[in-house]
């Protein structure tokens, strides 16, 4: 039963446009959010979390956004560079499990100049 | 800065046979993570250790057994390998209070024919 689902497994964006990345959750018992990057042959790098009681956290040229009654987080990268062409990973860390991490299946985002 | 360390970086084992998976944490950091991803899917949890005592476990088969050492590098150890087994297991590692933001390593490709 898959917790934290992304429904697009891949994007295709523009240099120095917007790629939002989307992601939905089941559990309402998750106090975390997070979204880990990963390159071919490497593990996932942790990008940005935001708490269950927050709805917006914001790192530079990445913010995540976060609706909880839609059970709906998405990240935002702006403005988008060759460089952040990976897959993305949201993930979600319930209070009660210490840490476990509920993945999603990821999205490949790629970014053309 | 020191990132988390996996060895081997690539394993191939036959059916039945034993295999072990290192993995050396951030310093200071207590806690220590292992998932599984297999072709295709999302990481899965597996175990994690807090202070060298198991804190979580998950869908970790009984032939898997795991441990966390008094330097907090732990031991991922698989017995009786089955072709199914054949994926990419990493280690996270956190600290407990900031249990959510987790960092990976470049993870182990176990093979198994």
């Known amino acids: 039963d898959q917790q934290v689902k992304q429904n697009s497994p891949s994007l295709s964006v523009q240099e120095g446009r917007i790629s939002i990345l989307n992601c939905d959750y089941t559990n309402s018992m998750f106090d975390y959010f997070l979204w880990y990057k990963k390159y071919p042959a490497e593990g996932p790098t942790f990008l940005i979390s935001i708490s269950s009681i927050k709805d917006k956290n914001e790192d530079g040229r990445f913010t995540v956004f976060l609706n909880k009654s839609a059970k709906h987080l998405s990240l935002h990268i702006v403005p988008s560079q060759p460089g952040d062409s990976a897959v993305y990973f949201c993930?979600?860390?319930?209070?009660?499990?210490?840490?476990?991490?509920?993945f999603g299946r990821g999205t490949q985002l790629t970014v053309w100049p | 800065a020191a990132g988390v360390i996996q060895s081997p970086r690539h394993l191939i084992k036959e059916k039945r046979e034993t295999a072990t998976l290192k993995c050396y944490p951030i310093?200071?950091?207590?806690?220590v993570y292992w998932y599984q991803q297999g072709p295709g899917q999302d990481p899965q949890f597996l175990i994690s250790?807090?202070?060298?005592?198991?804190?979580d476990k998950g869908s970790i088969p009984d032939r898997f057994s795991a441990q966390q050492f008094s330097d907090y590098h732990s031991e991922l150890n698989m017995s009786s390998l089955e072709l199914g087994d054949s994926a990419l297991y990493f280690c996270?590692?956190?600290?407990?209070?900031?249990?959510?933001?987790?960092?990976f390593g470049p993870g182990t490709r176990l093979t198994v024919t």
């Open positions: 993930a979600a860390s319930e209070g009660t499990t210490l840490g476990r991490l509920y």
């Open positions: 310093p200071r950091h207590d806690t």
């Open positions: 996270a590692s956190s600290l407990i209070s900031t249990y959510y933001e987790q960092y």
């Open positions: 250790f807090y202070e060298k005592m198991q804190s």
